[in-house]
């Protein structure tokens, strides 16, 4: 342990030490209180006062202390391999990724506790005081009493995931090659128990996401953004017997463009996430693993990603068609028409229209109650809001390929301008995530774009939450647009 290590180690400690002392003596004098004749009820709040502290305390030298031997144990780590980061994880030099399951069901009843150590006292005080008051019970007791019942929330979502926990045991993904290799296949299998076999099969999820963490006062905010989405379906059938019950298969293959993983520094990295969920009887499966993905000698150079990409068989865009899709697809007389209707997302047109008329409320209450300048920022964040809610619930496109050109439309309920686009000024055509819900397990939302040879972009598609449908749709426009010869079948179902 270095000098500037011990440093921190002793000033943490010392910062918690008054915590610790304060939290044993307000224990102590609620002991000396209670065995008094008669017990003093007054002891119970100077209880809570010292559990609280001394957890504060205490917990605080904890992890001073253990949390300087794992920063010693990472430095050593690094420095033993230190062009090999994929060493420097317990789990990843053994050729696993173990669940997070664990860690989070931890973390999730360390915030319940605390959270209802804090919100189920003020609760009962806010009401008690409420009881004595004569007249009506205005507004603020509601907010307050919110707190318990998100309380209660969290107690019995850390409860599910400790059923889970011991419903599906300690999983891990087992690596075939480590670490994933960028351009290449990543595979390996999840061990995991199932109690009730998933009738449905396993759906497996693979993300690349960027986590930034921004400070805001005291407070800190974690934002992860994805930068990449791959889906995948493991049917009953594909599983089979393991060591602590069940083997699922895993096999995706990772971008020539994709991002490593990369830890900038504590507030900046990139991390690539595999996810594995089931709907199973009680409590439904769900893993998380964080998986090492690098660029090392095998990952191919860009000539020969090309090549390869030539020289395999490209499957045909009438095997990767969804069996549910949300845009319609059709044939007439004037070619093929791809019609993106509205409301295609309801989950996301409903929290963004709640955001809408979360931001309008407070517009209204600050208009008379505030300076001028914090209901135009509100007023300005409502009317951006209703702009994309409107959009959501009642955008539609129209994009119809045929003869040698490309007709786009796209308004509100079909009404709205109509391009021309010729074949030849086509230069390709592909899709990106432009919204989500949610963290790195959340849902990504992408638009279908076509680039024009002079370098412009416009948009056939928004709002399209199923992968596999972007996928199969990105390349059956790419199919009818694109004037050069073929290998791959053109069959519609």
């Not at 994309?388 to 009404?415: C, F, K, P």
Request: a positive charge; aromatic letters at 10%; proline letters at 6%.
């Amino acid at each position: 342990m270095n000098r500037s290590t011990k440093i921190g180690v002793v000033f943490l400690c010392l910062f918690a030490l008054p915590f610790a002392l304060g939290g044993i003596f307000a224990i102590s004098q609620a002991i000396r209180m209670m065995g008094a004749e008669p017990p003093d009820s007054s002891a119970w709040p100077l209880v809570f006062f010292g559990v609280v502290f001394s957890a504060i305390g205490f917990g605080l030298m904890a992890l001073a202390i253990f949390g300087s031997k794992r920063v010693q144990r990472q430095q050593r780590l690094e420095a033993e391999h230190p062009a090999e980061p994929w060493l420097w994880r317990e789990d990843w030099a053994q050729g696993r990724a173990n669940s997070t399951t664990r860690n989070n069901t931890i973390a999730g009843w360390v915030f319940a506790v605390f959270w209802n150590i804090v919100s189920m006292p003020v609760g009962a005080l806010v009401v008690s005081g409420a009881m004595k008051q004569k007249g009506p019970v205005g507004p603020a007791l509601y907010i307050v009493l919110l707190f318990p019942v998100i309380g209660v929330f969290l107690i019995v979502r850390a409860i599910r995931q400790t059923i889970a926990l011991f419903e599906f045991g300690k999983t891990y993904f087992e690596m075939s090659t480590v670490p994933g290799v960028i351009g290449r296949e990543l595979t390996g299998q999840i061990q995991a128990r199932f109690p009730h076999s998933p009738d449905h099969g396993v759906h497996l999820r693979l993300t690349c996401v960027h986590r930034v963490t921004t400070n805001s006062g005291k407070s800190s905010t974690t934002m992860e953004s994805i930068l990449h989405r791959d889906e995948a379906e493991v049917s009953p059938g594909q599983m089979c017997p393991g060591p602590f019950g069940t083997t699922i298969p895993v096999s995706f293959h990772i971008p020539l463009g994709a991002h490593p993983t990369l830890k900038v520094n504590s507030r900046d990295e990139f991390a690539w996430v595999l996810e594995a969920l089931a709907d199973v009887p009680g409590v439904n499966y769900h893993d998380i693993f964080e998986v090492p993905v690098f660029r090392t000698q095998q990952t191919p150079t860009q000539a020969r990603a090309e090549v390869s990409s030539f020289a395999a068989p490209a499957p045909a865009p009438a095997a990767l068609r969804p069996e549910v899709a949300t845009v319609e697809v059709r044939q007439n007389a004037s070619g093929t028409e791809f019609y993106f209707p509205a409301a295609r997302n309801l989950s996301f047109a409903a929290s963004t229209t709640a955001f809408m008329l979360l931001f309008g409320t407070i517009t209204y209450f600050l208009i008379h109650r505030a300076p001028f300048i914090f209901p135009l920022a509100f007023g300005f964040f409502s009317l951006l809001l209703f702009c994309i809610t409107a959009r959501l619930w009642l955008g539609t496109t129209r994009v119809l390929i045929g003869g040698s050109g490309l007709t786009l439309q796209s308004g509100l309920l079909g009404v709205g301008p109509t391009r021309q686009i010729a074949l030849s000024d086509i230069d390709s055509i592909s899709s990106r995530i432009a919204a989500q819900q949610g963290g790195a397990t959340g849902t990504p939302y992408y638009d279908i774009e076509v680039r024009l040879r002079d370098g412009k972009k416009l948009t056939l598609g928004r709002s399209l939450s199923n992968r596999h449908e972007v996928d199969w749709l990105e390349s059956e426009m790419q199919r009818l647009t694109s004037s050069r010869p073929r290998t791959m079948s053109a069959g519609m179902k």
